[in-house]
């Protein structure tokens, strides 16, 4: 009722609002009628007002301006109101001609009418919105000089126009005071000396050094610098001269991506953050089936192994603000799940939530799970990734990575799941360590699953190095630079596929989604596009730049037992078909399906064998499917690809 209330209230003061035009029209006409009542047999001014009122009234609910809230008005709304007015006087004209033949009504108020309608009705809404924005306190004759001088730290902006206004209107509108914009920085020259909601457009992006010269000479100095788009994708911003700006004491912010805006729907203001090295790899912006993602998950239940890793716990915080029904956390690691189990508490209060401590090689433990929370999705992240330490260890990799998948696998087709998705990586292909060939063999695992009627589906998704994640050059690189280097770098020449973690969990789950809304009931292999490769050398130079430090040296160590130069997204007997924006799938020509048999004889060795048995076992099944030898056993078999 209360709803009902307010919108009649904006219908009835359009209504006055037009009356008050309609009056204004009718006594500044160059012939002046009576107040009363005009020529004889004629329609009263009071009549002819109420008529006029009345047809505004009508149409203004004709185009629902109850719905248009008058602090939001916009350039549309100018538009409608015009639109409104033009059509009130016609629609008024032929009732007075057909009542009265227009006999007490001044020509010029046909004219003069709908211009003041249009006047008065924006003008009001203008004044409400400048209100809701606090847009006159800046010009209040009342202001001290004192007062108008900036208290908050300075920020400067650097990005378009388009989303500088959009910044400073929501500033004002959320009265945040916590940093006073001293000028913008744009990316077109044609720009520079205009003004955005008052604050003037200094230079362009490839002139910043010059613009903060300036700024300086006027005592106007930021102490901080917000990036309103990527920064990798402004031509002239390098990460030396990020780095000087750093070195200067000047934060470096900006917003939230697109990927992060999910968590903070409800806030007027987006939060600034510090900016990271991932922003200066510039990258295409993802353009996700929305729909697709919602449809997959919306009202399900969804669990994810290695739900405090890097990957998983993305996944986590992306899948709950797709609204599922249920969130199962399943992780080996006690502090990791307690860590993610608290931030889904805390940012998803409506949420139901399990956390289940669990090891993925657990197969007994991993089916009473599955059989107990009954997941309709499951996303297998649980792996052991870092190439060092399980060339070491090759039995542990074996034992979480292969067996591992294997299990949660078979629990997944136990509990009846809708779909299983395997996190994998491009180490998997023609793999040169251990972890790239547990990786491809756990990949052949979810290829050898095969799904008939309403069985759960199976597929994996392949990406490359994530930036950020726990053990990737990244957190590396800067924990060196802190503690005043040398960065280490195995070799000069070395390349590698990076994507951000946000990127690549969305990117996981539009895969998904595409592998969902088809029939297919196959396994399938999915690859993500990973843009061109990055060399390290490049990396941990621009890292050191970033930094501000000029004395940082790069170590060249050389290639570990198992490393590679660079990756391949592809292996030889494989090709890639494009199924969906950024996701590719690949087509094996030479698969050999694994089997319970072969899993057995591998845990076997892995049981009793020492470490050159269990890696020359691993490597052998790997050959047999990538069809570089034949398979020894006889229940193995070769699947031709689709």
Not at 143 to 165: N, W
Request: hydrophobic letters at 45%.
């Amino acid at each position: 009722m209360e709803r009902m209330a307010v919108r009649a209230q904006t219908v009835l003061f359009d209504v006055l609002l037009a009356a008050v035009a309609f009056a204004l029209a009718f006594f500044v006409a160059p012939v002046q009628p009576e107040l009363g009542f005009g020529q004889a047999g004629a329609l009263s001014f009071f009549q002819l007002a109420a008529l006029y009122a009345g047809i505004a009234g009508v149409f203004s609910l004709i185009f629902r301006r109850e719905l248009s809230p008058w602090r939001y008005v916009s350039i549309p709304d100018a538009l409608v109101l015009a639109r409104i007015a033009l059509l009130t006087v016609g629609v008024f004209l032929l009732a007075v001609f057909v009542l009265d033949r227009a006999k007490g009504l001044p020509r010029s108020t046909l004219v003069m009418a709908p211009l003041f309608q249009m006047l008065v009705c924006m003008g009001i809404r203008i004044a409400r919105r400048a209100l809701h924005e606090h847009a006159l306190e800046s010009f209040s004759p009342l202001r001290t000089i004192t007062e108008r001088i900036a208290q908050s730290p300075s920020l400067l902006l650097i990005g378009p126009p388009s989303l500088a206004d959009t910044y400073l209107r929501d500033v004002a509108r959320s009265h945040d005071h916590t940093y006073t914009p001293v000028g913008i920085i744009g990316t077109d020259r044609r720009d520079v000396g205009q003004q955005v909601r008052g604050v003037c457009i200094l230079d362009a992006v490839d002139r910043l050094d010059e613009a903060l010269a300036d700024l300086r000479r006027w005592n106007r100095y930021p102490r901080a610098v917000l990036f309103l788009e990527e920064p990798g994708k402004l031509k002239g911003l390098t990460a030396d001269l990020l780095g000087r700006l750093k070195n200067d004491g000047i934060r470096l912010l900006r917003l939230p991506s697109i990927v992060e805006l999910s968590q903070h729907d409800g806030l007027t203001l987006l939060p600034m953050r510090d900016i990271n090295i991932e922003e200066l790899l510039a990258r295409e912006p993802i353009e996700l089936d929305r729909r697709a993602i919602g449809g997959l998950i919306q009202g399900r239940r969804v669990l994810i192994t290695g739900a405090g890793g890097s990957i998983g716990s993305e996944l986590c915080r992306q899948v709950a603000a797709f609204n599922c029904a249920r969130l199962i956390l399943l992780d080996f690691s006690e502090t990791a799940l307690f860590e993610i189990e608290r931030e889904m508490r805390e940012t998803y209060p409506n949420l139901s939530v399990k956390a289940v401590l669990c090891d993925v090689r657990a197969a007994a433990r991993i089916k009473a799970a599955f059989a107990r929370e009954r997941p309709e999705l499951v996303f297998h992240a649980a792996a052991l990734k870092h190439v060092s330490m399980v060339e070491r260890h090759p039995s542990e990799g074996i034992l979480t990575n292969v067996l591992g998948t294997w299990n949660v696998a078979e629990a997944a087709r136990a509990c009846d799941a809708g779909q299983m998705v395997l996190i994998s990586t491009d180490k998997a292909v023609d793999p040169t360590n251990v972890m790239g060939a547990t990786k491809r063999l756990a990949e052949a695992v979810i290829q050898a699953q095969q799904s008939t009627g309403e069985g759960a589906r199976f597929s994996a998704v392949r990406f490359g190095n994530v930036l950020g994640s726990s053990g990737s050059v990244v957190p590396i690189f800067k924990s060196q630079i802190e503690r005043g280097g040398p960065v280490t770098v195995t070799h000069p020449d070395m390349t590698r596929f990076f994507m951000t973690i946000p990127e690549a969990a969305q990117l996981v789950l539009h895969a998904t989604a595409t592998c969902h809304e088809d029939d297919r009931r196959d396994s399938r292999l999915f690859l993500l596009e990973m843009g061109e490769p990055v060399s390290i050398m490049d990396l941990a130079q621009q890292m050191i730049a970033l930094s501000g430090r000029r004395n940082v040296e790069i170590e060249i160590t050389g290639l570990r037992p198992g490393e590679k130069l660079t990756e391949a997204l592809l292996d030889e007997t494989e090709r890639a078909l494009p199924c969906a924006p950024k996701v590719m799938e690949v087509v094996s020509n030479s698969a050999l399906r694994v089997t319970p048999d072969h899993l057995e004889t591998l845990a076997g060795i892995v049981e009793t064998g020492e470490t050159e048995d269990v890696r020359r076992a691993l490597f052998d099944l790997v050959a047999q499917v990538r069809g570089e030898k034949p398979g020894a056993a006889p229940n193995l078999r070769v699947v031709a690809g689709g």
